[in-house]
């Protein structure tokens, strides 16, 4: 007999009557769910005597048998309960008792408030075993996020993100992010899977974990108005920044360096006359030019967002406009963002549910400035120098004796044009039919379009660097823009029985395409400033390019449960991608996943002290597609060829195809424990994982009979496996003050397994002399940081003629250590292991206190054990006397009497010995163990409504990055995104890069 279904709508309330987002709703005995919106807002379809439940950690369940449909209004009583609570999955949701994946939900309370650009940033400490970097502070910009280690090595390794149930094509950059398109506080909820069991149903793409991103929908009930506000400003704090030379220390020092080299070369002292004028006396220059400081500025920051929410049975709807105003602290930089969301949902006939999310986004990048101190000048100019003339005009060019002349720093900021637009649309419809209680077909439509243009200009009031006067201007056009479409068909099953029997199975088909279009035009010789555009150039290149890619799936997934204590998921996904080989289209990737709640068998049930003990274990597999479109096919080139006599243009390989090219596979097993006790106060989770990344793409060497030195091929092996625990606590629960702590760690190592066609090592990176600066090799971890191993410095005659040397080595230069045994120091063959890129382990831990109406968050992350690369020395312990340099370099090695800290070597000799100084070698490897206070929120919630119209009155201020603590000077999440191999094979190389700031904001949210 077909069972009535009925419709349940409703506001959820706390004792104070103040409306409870995230309420888990269940249909008791089935794992039918939904979860209340941010205005308490549910509706919920169930059979017709079925019971209700409503639970939320630490209030009471309440429950109601339903008869009929109606509008159930609930009022939460205090207690502790959380097990029953909502998690969202992929391609649906499930009860948290009933998950047996390792998935865990950021809880979007724990970053009301914060300064945060795009949803990526909100995932800073939240989660164990998520690693989010913030290696920049580039307006715009996003974090560098690694889920469970790096295991792809060819194909990409950020986390795939879907949107509304939408797999999105672009993931998070650090440089120029596609997720700062996306408003922050239209989001209701994120969840994150980190296991394969969980990714799997996501199949090629879920390798590197998922992250499901829900935005806020509209409720029933009348319209009700949000607005959040918030302004502040931004200063990069001293921590951090470059310790560089003033003009009285840097003439000092190039006053002492050209004494020592004629004491050196021409066996005599030095006069007055042999010092460069500018030089002579360096203690009244006084502090000169600080360059660094000079390009930045406290920059202001705001954001206002209005939302309305609301509606009847039969239709609901959340809208929101939001506006973002962000200056870069460095000059002539700055970031805006113009959002719009529409998110409307109606119900026909009680069988057929309708939805569109439409968002439009329009936003403005300025600056193309990369906070790279050599090549935007600022770090390396000397500073015996001036910004401005007495007139107040740009001094154009600046040098000092024996330096290289740059631009000036400011006025190169100032003076170039590098702005973008970027128009983004994400579209996102539903349809779903009930055809019986518990048989439901959902279809989704899905547009993600994006057109962004670029516009450059360079002046000819910018010299070049070491060639004073006018420069010829230039100048660039870019255009990039795509389309995606996805459409996924899904059809879902709910079976329950009154024996403890229950069954959620669902079976889908998906289509995503992806077409893209590209141009980038150069434009050189311009006559003069005037015209900016590409039609003043008088020589214009470039071109267009057209890429499309499409992938097909079918997909399916059973959740079984026994007695509310024995469950099981197995769940199935087979993937065709248009990237791929054509005799390898297609992959499959299942799961499988049990659960065990101990907490209710007989001999634990009903004890005091335990609230739920449950295991878990899976295993299953995940894909990376994320390689180049056209990756498995040859690609072409222009050559020239003699026919006839004559030369003649032709076409000619300059690559192998391979028609077998695949996935980078991942498989993972995954154990876990959930564990509550002292009635919830008190949870705790525990997962051990394996992780192994198979068929790595990889360009592997094949015989030179075949015209071609490489090939991308499906090679090798990379394991990662770690430990993660998770620790919540309700610390102290009082009618008038309560403390909270939420607290996670992660242990993760990784070792390649197999390499290739040989064991041979790979070597990556490249220093500024061009060595290597990362090796790859089996038994190791990935991309180990290389270069020399400094013993000291040869202090004599007696040195030199004991220990392997270089040729031209003199008393005064690095003493390297001799690897290879050869008996000479050469580069690269006397490389060794330095430095270990990665973390012991790393935290994060978020303290939250209230005080009647007064609220306090305090969220902190760290990590130990890491050494990282300080890069930016190559350019700062630049010796030579052309740049400017650190302020350790002035207690260099002088003499034998006047050894300085046995850190720097001597500035005499032949180039070879400086040029090594500022090679990659063990005095740049730092050990970068940190304590990162990321965010300090203050805030107070008006008591009762402004005039009864005015509600939820708060009132905060917020720190964000206020205290860093570690011996590192420079960013301890540094990353390599600044030179030209970003790849996972480089990392553990701190480059510089646009500088994190310190922001300090008050902000205002209330509703009517």
């Known amino acids: ?139 715009g ?101 470059p310790n560089l030379m003033n003009a009285q220390e840097f003439a000092q020092f190039r006053k002492e360096a050209i004494e020592d080299k004629i004491r050196f070369e021409e066996n005599r ?56 105003n962000q200056t870069g602290t460095m000059l002539n930089t700055g970031f805006d963002r113009f959002s719009v969301r529409a998110n409307i949902d109606g119900t026909i006939f009680n069988k057929l549910k309708l939805g569109i999310n439409l968002s439009p986004t329009l936003s403005y990048l300025k600056g193309g400035v990369n906070g790279q101190g050599r090549d935007e000048f600022f770090e390396i100019t000397t500073p015996v120098a001036k910004i401005y003339n007495d007139d107040g005009s740009y001094v154009p060019y600046i040098q000092s004796a ?58 000819s009031t910018l010299a070049n660097q070491n060639a004073p006067g006018l420069s010829i201007p230039s100048g660039g056009y870019y255009r990039d823009s795509y389309i995606n479409w996805a459409n996924e068909n899904t059809l879902t099953y709910d079976w329950s029985s009154e024996n403890g029997h229950s069954i959620n199975s669902l079976a889908g088909y998906s289509v995503q395409v992806q077409k893209n279009k590209g141009a980038s035009f150069n434009g050189t010789q311009f006559p003069d400033d005037d015209i900016q555009t590409l039609n003043g150039a008088a020589r214009i290149t470039g071109g267009t390019a057209i890429e499309d890619w499409a992938l097909l799936s079918y997909l399916a997934r059973v959740n079984y449960s026994y007695l509310n204590k024995y469950v099981l998921t197995a769940s199935f996904r087979a993937d065709g991608s248009s990237r791929f080989g054509k005799d390898n289209r297609w992959g499959s990737f299942p799961s499988v996943a049990v659960g065990w709640r101990l907490s209710e068998e007989a001999f634990l049930k009903g004890k005091e002290w335990l609230d739920e003990l449950r295991l878990r274990a899976s295993y299953g597999r995940s894909g990376n597609f994320n390689i180049a479109n056209y990756a498995s096919l040859s690609s072409i080139g222009t050559g020239n060829y003699v026919l006839g006599g004559a030369l003649a243009p032709g076409r000619v390989m300059n690559s192998l195809a391979n028609s077998l090219l695949g996935w980078e596979r991942m498989k993972e097993l995954n154990i876990g424990v959930d564990f509550s006790t002292w009635n919830n106060r008190l949870t705790f989770t525990a997962n051990f994982y394996r992780r192994n990344t198979l068929d790595l793409l990889l360009n592997t060497p094949v015989p030179q009979s075949s015209g071609f030195t490489s090939v991308t091929e499906n090679r090798g092996d990379v394991e990662n496996k770690g430990y993660e625990f998770s620790v919540s606590s309700a610390n102290i629960q009082k009618d008038k003050f309560t403390w909270t702590t939420d607290f996670n760690i992660s242990f993760n190592r990784n070792k390649v397994i197999a390499l290739g066609r040989s064991t041979d090592p790979i070597y990556s990176g490249q220093s500024s002399e061009g060595n290597f600066t990362n090796i790859t090799r089996i038994g190791e971890p990935v991309g180990m940081i290389i270069g020399y191993v400094v013993d000291g410095i040869y202090q004599n005659q007696a040195d030199l003629d004991k220990y392997p040397s270089f040729p031209g080595a003199i008393p005064g230069n690095l003493r390297m250590r001799d690897v290879n045994g050869d008996g000479q120091i050469t580069p690269n063959d006397d490389f060794d292991v330095i430095g270990n890129p990665y973390p012991d382990f790393t935290w994060g831990m978020t303290n939250s206190f209230t005080y009647k109406n007064f609220d306090l968050r305090v969220m902190m992350v760290g990590a130990m054990g890491q050494e990282m690369l300080h890069a930016t020395r190559f350019y700062t312990d630049n010796i030579d006397g052309v740049f400017n340099v650190r302020k350790e370099v002035a207690d260099r090695w002088r003499s034998e009497d006047n050894p300085g800290s046995g850190l720097v070597p001597t500035t005499n000799g032949t180039g070879r010995g400086r040029v090594m100084y500022r090679d990659t070698h063990s005095l740049f490897i730092e050990k970068t163990d940190y304590l990162w206070v990321r965010n300090i929120t203050f805030g107070y919630t008006l008591p009762k409504p402004i005039g009864g119209v005015i509600n939820n009155v708060r009132i905060y201020g917020n720190l964000q990055n206020p205290f860093m603590f570690s011996g590192y000077d420079g960013n301890p999440e540094g990353t390599n995104m600044n030179r030209g191999d970003t790849s996972p094979l480089v990392p553990g190389i701190d480059y510089g890069a646009y500088p994190v700031p310190k922001i300090y904001t008050l902000g205002l949210n209330f509703s009517f």
């Open 402 to 459: 024996g330096s290289f002349g740059n631009p000036n720093p400011v006025m190169y900021l100032n003076q170039r044009v590098n702005k973008s637009s970027e128009l983004k649309l994400l579209m996102s419809t539903y349809a779903e039919y009930s055809f019986l209680p518990n048989l439901k077909f959902k279809t989704t439509f899905n547009v993600d379009y994006l057109d962004e243009s670029r516009e450059t200009f360079r002046p």
């Open 141 to 241: 910009g996003g974090p560098k996020i690694q889920v469970r280690g790096i295991g792809a090595i060819g194909a990409g390794s950020q986390p795939l993100y879907v949107i509304d149930g939408f797999p999105v094509p672009a993931s998070s950059s650090e440089r120029s992010n596609p997720l700062a398109t996306i408003n922050p506080n239209d989001i209701e909820s994120m969840t994150i899977l980190k296991d394969a069991s969980a990714t799997a149903i996501y199949g090629s793409r879920g390798s590197n974990g998922v992250v499901l991103i829900n935005t806020k929908k509209g409720a029933v009930g009348k319209m009700k108005i949000d607005v959040a506000a918030s302004s502040g400003l931004q200063s990069v704090p001293q921590k951090g920044r």
């Open 269 to 324: 002292e030095p006069t007055i006359n042999d010092i460069p004028e500018e030089y002579r006396d360096p203690a009244a220059l006084g502090a000169g030019v600080d360059w660094y400081d000079a390009v930045l500025r406290v920059a202001p920051m705001s954001d206002i967002n209005v939302s309305l929410s609301g509606g009847s049975e039969n239709m609901r709807s959340f809208i929101s406009a939001g506006y973002l």
């Open 1 to 139: 007999m077909i069972q009535q279904v009925v419709t349940v709508r409703g506001l959820v309330t706390d004792p104070e009557n103040s409306p409870m987002a995230g309420v888990s709703v269940l249909v008791k005995g089935s794992s039918v769910a939904t979860a209340t919106n941010q205005d308490g807002r549910y509706e919920i379809e169930l059979n017709k005597g079925q019971t209700l439940l409503f639970r939320m950690i630490g209030y009471a369940d309440v429950e109601f048998v339903i008869q009929e449909s109606s509008v159930r209004n609930v009022t939460m009583e205090s207690s502790q309960q959380d097990i029953g609570e909502v998690v969202v999955i992929g391609y649906g949701s499930q009860q948290k008792k009933d998950v047996t994946g390792s998935i865990a939900t950021v809880s979007m309370k724990n970053v009301r408030g914060q300064a945060i650009i795009s949803p990526d940033q909100a995932l800073t400490g939240q989660i164990a075993g998520v690693q989010v970097s913030t290696s920049n502070g580039t307006p």
